[in-house]
């Protein structure tokens, strides 16, 4: 999982196929429990991922109007295709996934 940094866009991140973003904070334990299941499921389907430290990255926070964390977030093509708030296991995990996909 890639650490977001200043700068970051997610929607230029996305042109290029799908893309995950957790939305996450250092003290969140959900976030850390989220975040090994997350990196699995992305790697057995090949999608990129990364996280964006709530706290750190404040403007890119608002602008997608994340008000819980952990916050999951699918980009694809410039655009929000899901978002799951929570964490969740595999299945939960992969659900999200492919629903958000299936929308394209």
């Given at each position: 999982?890639?650490?977001?940094t200043e700068g970051f866009d997610p929607?230029?991140?996305s042109a290029d196929g799908p893309l995950l973003v957790k939305f996450s904070a250092p003290w969140c334990?959900?976030?850390?429990?989220?975040?090994?299941?997350?990196?699995a499921a992305a790697t057995e389907l090949s999608l990129p991922v990364f996280e964006v430290d709530i706290e750190a990255l404040p403007d890119l926070t608002g602008k997608y109007r994340v008000r819980g964390v952990p916050t999951t977030m699918l980009f694809?093509?410039?655009?929000?295709?899901?978002?799951?708030v929570g964490a969740g296991d595999r299945e939960k995990v992969?659900?999200?996934i492919d629903e958000?996909?299936?929308?394209?």
């Open positions: 999982m890639q650490k977001a929607v230029t991140a334990g959900p976030c850390k429990a989220l975040g090994p299941v997350l990196e694809m093509n410039g655009k929000v295709m899901g978002s799951m992969l659900r999200f958000s996909l299936s929308l394209v």
